[in-house]
């Protein structure tokens, strides 16, 4: 797989996520000259409906939503979208918005974790308590694992100010994107044109985050390339699955109690030979003291 693969990811809406998708699908295609794939997974299809409605671009955009989430259908259905469209492009991001039952196993498909948040307590909260919920990805793999880009988005200067990031613990090591500023008129641009079409403060600001991430792909890839890793080591046993532990749990369970009941029968059966066995002595003993009788009787 030498296609970067770019998750833009939140665990909620209203961040600037599916903008940040749409854009920065476009930015690697007309900007970096790269073959790009956009793979919208997001119910509500906003990046992949802003692609293919606005102006021409060569983007190929997809918008898929997977909700099975039985037996772990969800991660081979997204691995299989992800690997058919890693093997004929040379970038692919793809807009996703996280709930609790989704496998985390998932970000290894990734060069590059993308997660936008402003800068709110109340948001900032929530994107730690995110990646926190996910942070094992980060850090279980053998080898490269994924890279976590944080990207300050719909944000103001004076906001910025107080350096709210600098302030946070956050359990993952991650790099700072430059931020996103906010501006109104982007929202009239859905559909219609692209932020890099426009000569604003939003437009630099975005291409500004495009750079830093197509930099920090760069870095991620040398870095990759670099390492080997054997086959067996790039499975993650997802222990951290809520779903696959409880069902291994079950299974463990299930069969210490075949083996408690196998173990229990086994010392019945046990229990049983034994007292047979002396019973058999007895019976013999008895035989036997019946004919010393005899012979001393008779004598």
């Known amino acids: 797989m030498n296609a970067l693969r770019i998750l ?21 295609s007309e900007m970096a000259f790269k073959n790009t794939v956009l793979l919208d997974l997001d119910p509500h299809g906003s990046s992949s409906s802003w692609v293919n409605f606005a102006r021409q671009s060569s983007v190929f955009a997809e918008h898929a939503v997977l909700g099975d989430f039985e037996s772990r259908r969800w991660l081979i259905d997204c691995r299989s ?4 469209y890693v093997a ?17 196993e998932l970000l290894h498909e990734f060069d590059l974790v993308v997660v ?20 094992w990805v980060f850090t279980a793999k053998t080898g490269i694992p994924p890279t976590l880009l944080i990207c300050p988005s719909r944000v103001s200067n004076e906001e910025l100010k107080s350096d709210p990031f600098s302030k946070r613990r956050f359990s993952v090591p991650f790099m700072l994107l430059p931020p996103i500023h906010y501006d ?21 600001s975005y291409s ?18 670099s390492v080997v890793v054997k086959f067996s080591d790039r499975r993650v046993l997802a222990t951290h699955n809520t779903k696959l532990s409880r069902y291994m749990a079950e299974k463990t ?8 009941f196998s173990q229990s029968n086994l010392r019945r059966s046990s229990i049983t030979s034994s007292r047979r066995k ?7 003993l008895r035989g036997l003291s019946r004919i010393l009788e005899s012979v001393i009787s008779s004598k």
């Open 81 to 84: 979208r992800i690997r058919k």
């Open 253 to 260: 369970s299930t069969a210490g109690i075949g083996n408690k």
């Open 278 to 284: 002396e019973g058999q002595r007895s019976s013999n």
């Open 8 to 28: 833009v990811v939140s665990q909620k809406g209203g961040v600037g996520k599916s903008t940040l998708s749409a854009n920065l699908s476009v930015w690697f």
């Open 208 to 225: 500004r985050c495009a750079e830093a991430v197509y930099n920090a792909g760069t870095i991620h890839q040398q870095a990759a390339s």
């Open 116 to 135: 936008p948040t402003s800068v709110s307590s109340i948001e900032l909260s929530a994107t730690i308590k995110f990646i926190e919920s996910v942070g």
């Open 88 to 104: 004929k492009s040379e970038v692919l991001v793809c807009d996703l918005t996280w709930t609790a039952a989704m496998d985390a």
């Open 184 to 204: 109104e008129s982007v929202r009239q641009l859905f559909k219609k044109k692209f932020v890099f079409d426009v000569d604003s403060t939003a437009s630099k």
